[in-house]
């Protein structure tokens, strides 16, 4: 099943499954929640809370604090000095694998999933990234959309194909397309598979590489989908012969995007911003270096959480260093096998806390074998309904488009154990406040939390969990 088929659907009903009975948000607050402005929820590792309405936090401290609970307080500057960076959204990446489970489901069943995916009937996410051509969570032949007989040149685009289909987009949503590799033709192995010698662009195709872009934008546009954002190349720094990749040097990233791309996309009269890197946290010095070759088209630098000892702190020393440039965590797996219960708020709270306008899963579903896929991720696990789901949803469904994220302090994390008590919290455009709070822990935890404008709430969070509240 083709991207195409999948991106221009992307809208039109993203997800794994129906929603199982029960699994859906509760509805109905407390008489407590309603009387007091305040309201919390919460999801659970073990299930038994999913989005579920809980204990809201009261004003004050309370002078018995649960037995058995720790006691955390966390600050946060609600004030116009504490104001960060704007939030853009949440979501997950929408591939081939995403899509073959998908069509194989009633019309009326994807409807449901797009309300339960897009709308606040469920996670509310309002970005998704998209897989230009073939990715790793693709089934064999693998593919570009100018692929040619024999891998010969198409110079003028002529074979440029992305199949039909159509999709309806939520006002707010935002898109971001990555290509795991361009046609074939346009490498100088002429290979899209099976080699990493010379896993390059050929610089002789470089104008028909900005026009790939230039056509799979108009393509897209034209059937109702247009795209937000592109970045040149998922993980550059990543040469892989089971998969399509390819290998792009930073000097090389800039000067494509400033001589080729760039000019390619405003002479189209094309709007949609370019992110730089799209990879690791280990090589800051490579978004860097696109930045100060291309800086008249890329403000922007998309971020992964692979790098061994992957430390988020990196965004706020590039954030120094770039005050105006946005940033993004724009890929991060969930895993049958391999990531724990939290993964999923873990690469949502630590972005934000440095800097990050929005955080995506890889990937938004899978089949019950974690697939299909060419090669890579052999247990990456789609999103939607685990635990993952819940967990980036306890974000998405409560810090809406355009909230600011505040200032804080008191989130820790015991090495030796890893265990602790993250946090971050957002001003949204009605004036609510939302505190997320993820509880690794293996007990409750009692909070109190200050706010620099002087009022105090405290609560109980549960353990191993993540727990929002949302604030008058």
């Not at 009605?430 to 409750?444: A, I, L, P, Q």
Request: aromatic residues 10%; negative net charge.
């Amino acid at each position: 099943m083709r991207s195409s088929t999948l991106a221009l659907w992307v809208l039109n009903a993203a997800c794994i499954a129906a929603v199982p009975s029960g699994h859906g948000p509760q509805q109905h607050l407390d008489a407590r929640q309603q009387s007091s402005g305040a309201k919390a929820f919460a999801s659970s590792s073990d299930g038994k809370y999913k989005l579920s309405t809980f204990d809201a936090p009261v004003k004050g401290s309370s002078a018995s604090p649960p037995a058995g609970a720790s006691q955390w307080k966390l600050s946060i500057d609600d004030t116009p000095a504490g104001h960060r960076q704007q939030i853009t959204g949440f979501g997950a990446a929408v591939t081939d694998a995403t899509v073959s489970v998908i069509n194989a489901l009633p019309s009326d069943q994807r409807s449901q999933l797009l309300r339960q995916l897009m709308t606040s009937e469920g996670a509310d996410f309002a970005l998704l990234r998209h897989t230009i051509g073939a990715s790793d969570l693709s089934a064999l032949p693998a593919y570009t959309y100018d692929d040619t007989d024999g891998n010969v040149e198409d110079k003028g685009l002529a074979n440029f194909n992305l199949g039909t289909a159509m999709k309806k987009l939520k006002p707010e949503l935002t898109i971001l397309g990555s290509p795991w590799a361009p046609p074939a033709w346009m490498q100088l192995d002429r290979k899209l598979m099976g080699g990493t010698e010379n896993n390059n662009l050929d610089h002789a195709y470089a104008d028909q590489y900005a026009q790939y872009f230039v056509k799979y934008l108009e393509a897209y546009a034209a059937k109702g989908a247009p795209v937000d954002a592109i970045t040149l190349q998922n993980e550059p720094l990543n040469s892989q012969s089971g998969m399509p990749t390819m290998y792009v040097y930073a000097d090389e990233s800039g000067k494509l995007i400033r001589d080729n791309v760039g000019p390619a996309l405003k002479e189209a009269g094309l709007n949609t911003s370019v992110w730089a890197y799209d990879h690791n946290t280990d090589q800051p010095s490579y978004p860097q270096t696109v930045l100060d070759t291309a800086k008249d088209y890329v403000d922007t630098v998309a971020w992964h959480c692979y790098a061994t000892n992957n430390q988020w702190s990196v965004l706020s020393d590039f954030h120094a260093k770039n005050p105006n440039a946005a940033q993004y965590m724009t890929e991060c797996w969930t895993s049958s096998k391999s990531t724990p219960w939290h993964q999923a708020s873990s690469f949502t709270v630590g972005p934000l806390q440095n800097w990050a306008q929005g955080a995506l899963a890889w990937t938004l579903a899978t089949d019950t074998a974690d697939g299909p896929y060419l090669g890579g991720c052999d247990t990456c696990r789609g999103l939607v309904f685990t635990v993952d789901y819940y967990m980036l949803a306890q974000y998405s469904k409560y810090i809406p488009h355009g909230a600011t994220v505040l200032a804080g302090s008191g989130s820790y994390t015991y090495s030796e154990s890893g265990a602790g008590i993250q946090s971050v919290a957002t001003r949204n455009p009605d004036g609510s406040r939302t505190v997320v709070v993820e509880n690794t822990f293996g007990n409750d935890a009692y909070l109190t939390l200050n706010t620099t404008a002087g009022e105090q709430w405290s609560g109980k969070i549960l353990a191993n969990s993540v727990v929002t509240w949302v604030l008058p």
